[in-house]
Every structure is written in C-alpha cells, then in structure tokens.
C-alpha cells in the first residue's frame, strides 16, 4: 500500500532542481521553513543523481534573512531590560511613578509580541496605535481603508466614550497612547547598540533599511520551498525577488483544499499564487488525499497518557520496516513524548523534537534550587524550613551521604526539627553550600546554579548520558543569562531586581530548552511534532492528540491590540492560527495511505476529550474509508480483599506469652494499658499489629501538628499548672491567681513538644502554631473554670505514668494466669472527701453510653471507648491502692455543660456512675476483662480482622489491611 516515492514532495523537489540547475546546483541556496526537510533533500538529491554532487547553499529562513545585516538578534532578556528603561523614561516624562521590573515583565512579553506582529506585517504603529474621535477622523487618517477595515476601527472606538470611561480604559488608554513613542525609542536603543529583533530585521529588509536587499545576489538563484502563511514582510519580499527573477517557490499542496475557496488548509497557499501573484513551480491538479485507497482508524484512546500507550497495537507487526520515509508518529500535542518513549522500545526511534529539559530529573533539581534560594530570599537569609532541606537530601542526584542523610532525616523526625541553619547546611559538602548560600546578587546566583549543576554532573558516577547533555545545555543558558546580567550591571540597569524576579526568569530560560536524541537522523521510526513534519511525506502515520482545541490549537496570544484592530490593520487574527493548523494536517495526508488518528476520549481528563472537527470534516468532505475504534481497557480482576488472620503459634505465640512472664523488676515487664485493651476490643488484629508485630505508625513531620499532639500540649499544660498544689487545697482565688501564667504554660508545652527555641516570640510562629496555641489555651481556661467552679479540692497525683501497674488474674483454659495492667491517670484528686480520676479529652468523647454491653459491641455509634478507659483507671488505682469508691470523670474541654460524670439518659430516669451504680459497672468491667484476656492468650483463637468497618476508619494500619 505505501505510495510510490516519486509522490513525495521533496522527491520531486530533488528531481526538478536536478533538472533546472544540474551542475550549478551547487550555487543555488534552498531556503526551508526548519531543518529537518534539509536532510531528507540531501538522501533524495544523492538517490537521483547517481554519483557525488556539491550540495547546494541550505538555510532557514531565519537564517537566511539574518545575512542580509550586520546587526545581532538582540536577546529576550537584553530586549525586556531596553524596553523597560524606555517605559521608565516614558512614564517620568509624564510625572508618573516607574514600575519595578518584576511588575513590568509579563506587560512587556506582550508588547514586545505586539511590536513583533507590526513589523512582520509592516503596520505604522502610529496608526495602529492612534486614539480616533470620530467616523470623520477615521476616514481622514485613513484614506486608504475600505469601508469593512472602517467598520472594524469604528465598532472598537465606539466603545471608549470619551464622555464617560471606566478606570479600566482610561488606564488601557494611557499604555495605547505611549506605544508609538516606546516602539520608536526601544528601536532606536537597540540599532545603537548594533542590536534588532528578528520581526525588524524582516521589515528592514523589506523596507530597504539597515540591510543589503542585494545580499542574494549571491546566489545563482534562490528557492523557497514548502512555505505557507507567509507575513507582510516576506509577501513584499518575495513578490520582488520573483519579480526581478532572483527566486522561484515550490508550494506543497493538494487540489483537495486549494481548489474550494472555502477550504481553510488552502487559504494561505491561494493567497500566494492569487493575490501576491508568486508563480508555484509544481502545477496544483492532483487531489490525492480523496482517495479511496486511503485507509483511516480512528482510535479513542480512554485517557491522556493512554493514547502513547496505545502505540503498541497500533505499531505491531512493524517493527522491521525502517526506510525513513515508510512511518512517523506525529505528535499534534508534544506533551505525549514521554508516555511514547516509555511505550515504544524500538532501538532505531528517531526523535526529531528533543528532549524536553522541563519534563526530566535535571529540571527538577534545578527547581529544588530555585525554591531554597526563593524561600532564603523571601525569609530570615539565615535558616531554611524542614521540607526544602528534606527534599534536597533525598534527591537521587545530588547524592548526599548516607550518614548525613540518615542524620538529618533523625533530627526532622525524633527532634522535631523544623528549620535548619544555613551554615550547618553549608557544611555538607560543596554541593549543599552553592544551594544554601544566601542570594548576593543576580549575576552570582546565576553562576552559583551553572556551579551546582556541573558539581552534580561531576560528582554522580551513573548520571546517564542524556541528563549530562541536559546539564550542559543548561549551564550554558545560565552563562549567556549571567554574561547578559554583567553587562546591565555595568550599565546600572538591574539596581532594582528582586530575588524573586530573577528566579522567574531562571525558571524560564530553563524551561524551554531540550536536547537532541542520539542516533542516525535518516534511519528508523520517526518521531515529531506537527512543525517538524513540514515538506515530509511518509506511507503511514500515527497522529496523536487529535483534538478540538490541540488540532487546531484556541489558544491566543496574549495582546494589547484588539481584535478589531488587528482586522483594520491585517494583523492575525484567531482565523488565521486554524487555517495554518489546518495545512499542518491535512498536507500530511497527500501521500499517506495508511492513518491512524488517536484521541483522548476521556471526558474530564486534564487535556481536551472532544475529537478534532478536522476529522470530521475528512470523512464529510472525501471518499476515505474510516473505521472508529474504541481502545479496549485490560480487563481488572476485583478480587475481594481475603481476611487477614494471624494464628498464635511459633514466634506470634513466644511474642504474646511474654505478658504472662514475671520479672525481677516490674518495670520490664509486657503490661497493657487502657488504649491497648481498647484496640483488643475494636479489632484484635489491631492489637497484633501495635503490641506484638510492634509496628508503629509514621512519625509526624515537625510542622505537622495532630489531635495527639494537641492532647499531648493541653496535658502538658495542666501538670505544669498544679505541679506546685500536689497535697495541698486548691482554691477558687489559688486558680485565678495563676491564670496569667496560661498564656505561657502553652506556649513552653507547644515549645517542648515540636522543639521549638522557647524564646521565639509568638509572631515568629507559623500561622498554625500560632491557631494551635490559642486553641489549648482556651482548652486550658475551660478547664480551670470548670476546677474553679468546684474548687476547693486537693490534687493527690498528676500523670503518673509507671506507677500503676498492678497484676491481674484470669483463667486460660482451666489454669490461672496474671497479666501486669498499666494505667497512666492525668490526674487524682479529692473533692468532698470523694477521690476522682480525670481524664482530660480535647476531641469527641461523650459522657452518654447505652448500657454496659454496648459498650463491648460491634456498633461503634454504641461504644463509648473513653468510659472504657476510664473505667479501666479506676480498676487498676483502686487495686493498686488497695480502695474502693474511686469515680471516674472526663473532662470533655470543649464542653462543661453536662458535668462531668458518665451517664445514662431516658425519658424515665438519669443514671450516672456513681456510688452503687459505678460499684456494679467496675465488677461487671472486671468480669469482661477477664473473659476478653482469656480469649487473648488463648492459643486456639487466633488474631483476625474486624468485620465493622468503620472501626477502621481511623486505624493506623487500614493501609496494610487494604480497608
């Protein structure tokens, strides 16, 4: 099916300037669009001859253009600090405050891409930019305008009612006013310095300044070849070179679309043989693309990053034709160039695009860069927060030491450590000091980026080739940019720039850069992006991101000259930016028999999910046969999570049986607490994971603050605030009196728990420590309200936390055994001759329960686990101690209003845990406890999942469970 070579444009091209040139081919410059279709002429040049011939002259057409003058293409950034000097001077001259330039730079992209437009399509900014009155005023300024280019001018116009302007306009009126004067003045700075821009140069050109229009002479003859939308410029340059003879055009289309007026891909194409009058070499009367060998499947691929992987069936059996004219894949949307390199693993892919610099490690740690520079700037310029220094040790590419490592990483986490010096960083190695020094100014910063990045590269033994060429061309974008900010440092131009400012533009100049991929450029696969294609034709293609809104691309550059005015003045407009896209495509069909059109299909997927209309308009307007086809997901099994049971034998069985083992010293002994009982009663295998497995859940990071921790902080607080009372009455006038040392109490608890310096002032806390501290400070009045309201009382003991341990026994399997309990109270106290346990809560704990057997059920909304473990307290200090009569209170902070007494409410009666009602609720506990230790050392019931799910919502190890 693949089409015969003869049909391909360049071919063609090959063969004619074989016949018109033979022997002076050598003297003739052929003048491309881009490079790629250079190599292709060359292969086809050397197919036909026969035998060794001299190349002709081969340029782009930037390139070519740019040897008509001896001035230099002036840089972004070089243009960008003119421009600003000249608005500045502007805007003095007006009695205006100047604008720094980080508030002008994304003001001057767009006018410097306004002022490029004017010059490539030959516009008098004087009149583009002119502030029109009236109808009258348009038709005297512009006598040459017909009545539409009127109406366009006069429709904009009529909307900027000088009677009556909004801010908005006034202030759009003032920046139109001053750009004629500043495209003069910034023209003017640029030719003194022996500097243009390229969309100047081109009007120079054109205009017969500044440049020497006989610079082709040189040449026996010039070709342009495979040329489309062509600018005003090169119109009026074109027409007069092919009018003195000097140049002949070789136009690649089909009759297809050049023949229908209303066909948007010929538009350009019958504008320049129509209208400009430029004579196409090759006769336009074959309509190739409605063929009905042509053969198109159009996939809808389930998903952005699928249509890349779906290149696999789509290329299978293939893979051992690799003519470099046979097969592309072309990329409508380039950012699929990844998910097809991962995809395809032919050895012989031949990558026209690059490799984009943004999209690999090497940007990424160049990001991590910029990012500790941006945060030391914008703070202290001394220390630096945990995640930047965490980030950075962690990176694979910049190879800290695995001692260092393990040693920061200890400090971020058991410490606590939430900011770091820069000095103690500085220390690491060479790497880590040109990361954390401190900004000086843009020229050092500059070179201090290029310095790490070599270091990197010198320093990493396995960097791979291609991020090594990353590297390089990247530092050497960081040395033109540093060599740029020098020489304005001279001129005093940059006094003012911000740290800020300048990593913004180092992140752009970084961003758009790629590297070439090694291999033959003429064998293979190839792989480009719809402007590489141009003048290539290939048997079969593979076109991805097909569309709306990739092929043809909405989007518009950003403008300042409206869309009205654009028309008036034959600037492009959005229909011109579908009408190129639109020959993009369909020339691509002029000699592929074979097409594969791929598209997302995916609705609500970050990219478009709406089929390019250009495929649609394919089947209306041809004979081609289509097929539509749905990419076909592999089928998932949904395999039901299978319980996880843990049988208590071998090393699990060891492991538990050391809670029934007695020691010398209690102290080492295995002993259960409150919460430990708790999680056996939620889920036993809970109670496997923490107290036998030992496994514990991640350590919070520093900044990262929990209801533990704030529970932690509020306990804190309370021991320190009765430490001093411990034996001694505590009165109302006692609370009040220490009230004032709250404030901090709270913050030397918050200081000690995420070890913070306690002499940082309040402010210089992060915004939510500061929300924190506030919070358990009103926690902590709630408390000493409620205690002042009671008072007086004695406090006997304060968060004791080994002391009770007492043994308790119970029967397994006939036989009696002891496990050691634990209880850790916040607090013991006496009101009335009646001893309390509080138990302070700062989430959503409740005094209210069912009944006693609810509070061992599966129904979660039934338990009430802080009962439980209150209830368990009691047992355990009434044992140790010897007593009884003990009560168990919770202090709820958040609310006081119900007291603080367990109760039980019905329309018929209020049971709260007191005197005989506690004394059956401890005896019925202590029974249940017994019961429940014996099914836990029991051998035969093994450790297994709960079948309550919502047990598991908040559980440490629902990740290991799958729940």
């Not at 603050?705 to 509020?714: D, P, Q, Y």
Request: charged share 25%; aromatic share 10%.
């Amino acid at each position: 099916m693949n089409s015969k070579s003869t049909d391909k444009f360049l071919h063609r091209l090959a063969l004619d300037l074989l016949d018109r040139f033979g022997n002076d081919l050598q003297h003739v410059a052929i003048v491309f669009n881009n490079k790629r279709p250079q190599l292709f002429l060359k292969k086809y040049l050397a197919e036909i001859s026969g035998k060794p011939i001299w190349s002709p002259h081969f340029f782009t057409i930037q390139q070519f253009f740019a040897a008509s003058t001896s001035q230099v293409a002036a840089s972004q950034l070089k243009q960008f600090f003119i421009l600003l000097s000249e608005y500045n001077l502007l805007l003095a001259q007006e009695g205006k405050e100047q604008v720094s330039a980080d508030v002008f730079y994304p003001l001057a992209e767009i006018i410097v891409s306004d002022f490029s437009q004017i010059d490539y399509y030959m516009a008098n900014p004087d009149k583009v930019f002119s502030l029109i009155g009236s109808i009258a005023e348009l038709e005297q300024q512009f006598p040459n305008f017909d009545k539409e280019q009127l109406e366009f001018m006069e429709s904009f116009w009529a909307s900027f009612s000088q009677e009556k302007q909004s801010q908005i306009q006034e202030k759009f009126i003032e920046m139109w006013h001053r750009m004629p004067r500043l495209y003069i003045n910034f023209h003017k700075r640029l030719a003194e310095q022996n500097l243009v821009t390229s969309a100047k140069m081109y009007r120079n050109l054109a205009e017969g300044k500044d440049s020497d229009s006989n610079f082709l002479k040189k040449f026996k003859h010039v070709v342009f070849a495979g040329f489309n939308a062509l600018s005003k410029a090169e119109e009026v340059l074109f027409k007069n070179w092919h009018d003195e003879g000097l140049c002949s055009f070789y136009f690649d289309a089909d009759e297809h679309y050049f023949s229908d007026p209303i066909q948007e891909a010929g538009h350009f194409i019958r504008r320049n043989i129509g209208t400009i009058g430029l004579e196409n070499q090759f006769k336009i009367e074959e309509n190739r693309i409605n063929s009905t060998e042509k053969e198109f499947t159009v996939i809808q691929a389930m998903g952005q990053v699928a249509q890349g992987k779906i290149l696999k069936q789509v290329l299978a059996g293939h893979e051992n034709n690799h003519e470099v004219d046979s097969k592309a894949i072309i990329l409508a949307d380039e950012s699929l160039l990844l998910p097809v390199l991962q995809t395809v693993d032919d050895d012989s892919l031949n990558i026209t695009m690059g490799y984009p610099f943004e999209q690999s490690a090497v940007f990424g740690i160049c990001d991590l860069w910029l990012k500790i520079q941006d945060e030391i700037a914008g703070g202290d310029k001394t220390s630096i927060s945990y995640p930047q220094v965490l980030n950075f040790i962690l990176n694979p590419l910049i190879g800290v030491s695995e001692e260092n490592r393990s040693r920061i990483h200890k400090e971020i986490i058991d410490e606590k450590k939430a900011r770091f010096r820069l000095e103690e960083l500085k220390k690491l190695d060479k790497i880590a000091e040109m990361a954390f020094s401190p900004y000086e100014n843009p020229v050092q910063s500059i070179r201090n980026l290029g310095s790490f990045l070599l270091l990197i590269s010198k320093e990493i033994a396995d960097l791979r080739k291609l991020e090594s060429l990353l590297i390089s061309e990247a530092v050497k974008n960081l040395n033109i940019l540093s060599d740029s900010f020098e020489e304005l440092a001279k001129s005093n131009s940059n006094n003012e720039i911000k740290a800020t400012f300048l990593f913004k533009l180092i992140r752009r100049a970084l961003s758009g850069l790629s590297v070439p991929f090694d291999g033959e450029p003429l064998v293979g696969l190839q792989v480009m992006g719809l402007l590489e294609s141009r003048c290539l034709d290939f048997d079969e293609l593979v076109v991805l991101g097909m569309n709306e809104g990739v092929l043809p691309k909405v989007s518009i550059t950003p403008s300042f000259i409206p869309d009205n005015v654009r028309r008036a003045f034959g600037l492009p407009v959005l229909e011109n930016q579908n009408s190129i896209f639109a020959y993009f495509f369909y020339r691509l069909l002029h000699c592929a028999q074979k097409i594969t059109l791929v598209y997302n299909g995916v609705e609500g997927d970050t990219a478009p999910s709406e089929v390019s209309r250009f495929i649609k308009q394919l089947e209306f307007e041809t004979s081609c046969k289509f097929k539509y086809v749905l990419q076909q997901n592999q089928p998932i099994e949904n395999t039901p999570n299978q319980e996880i049971i843990v049988e208590k034998k071998g090393l699990v069985l060891e492991k538990l049986r050391k809670y029934l083992q007695r020691n010398s010293n209690p102290k080492f002994e295995n002993r259960i607490s409150a919460s430990g009982f708790n999680d056996y009663l939620s889920c036993s295998l809970k109670f496997f994971y923490g107290k036998i497995a030992k496994l514990k859940k991640p350590e919070e990071l520093p900044d990262h603050i929990g209801a533990n921790t704030v529970g932690s902080m509020l306990h804190d607080v309370m021991e320190h605030f009765y430490r001093d009372s411990i034996g001694i009455e505590v009165s109302a006038e006692y609370i009040a009196q220490r009230k004032k040392l709250v404030s901090r109490m709270c913050q030397d608890a918050m200081s000690k728990t995420l070890n913070l310096d306690p002499s940082l002032d309040t402010l210089q806390l992060s915004a939510l420590q500061q929300i924190i501290l506030r919070v358990i400070e009103q926690y902590a009045l709630k408390i000493l309200e409620h205690d002042a309201r009671i008072a007086p009382f004695v406090i006997k003991e304060l968060e004791e936390k080994e002391k009770y341990a007492p043994l308790f026994s119970f029967d397994l399997n006939g036989k009696e055994e002891q496990v050691r309990l634990l209880g850790i109270i916040d607090r013991v106290d006496s009101i009335k001759g009646k001893t309390r346990i509080v138990d302070y809560k700062t989430g959503k704990d409740s005094l209210a329960f069912k009944d006693f057997e609810s509070l061992f059920s599966d129904d979660v909304k039934s338990q009430n686990k802080a009962l439980v473990q209150t209830l368990f307290y009691t047992l355990v200090y009434e044992k140790f101690n010897h007593v009884d009569g003990v009560e168990p209170h919770l202090y709820t902070v958040k609310d006081f209003s119900n007291g603080t007494i367990f109760n039980r409410k019905s329309k018929s009666e209020v049971f709260e845990l007191t005197d005989e009602n506690l004394t059956e609720y401890k005896s019925q506990l202590e029974l249940k406890m017994k019961e429940k230790f014996s099914e836990l050392f029991n051998p035969e019931i093994p450790f297994r999942q709960t079948d309550n799910l919502d047990s598991c919502k908040y559980c440490n190890f629902r990740g290991i469970c799958q729940r």
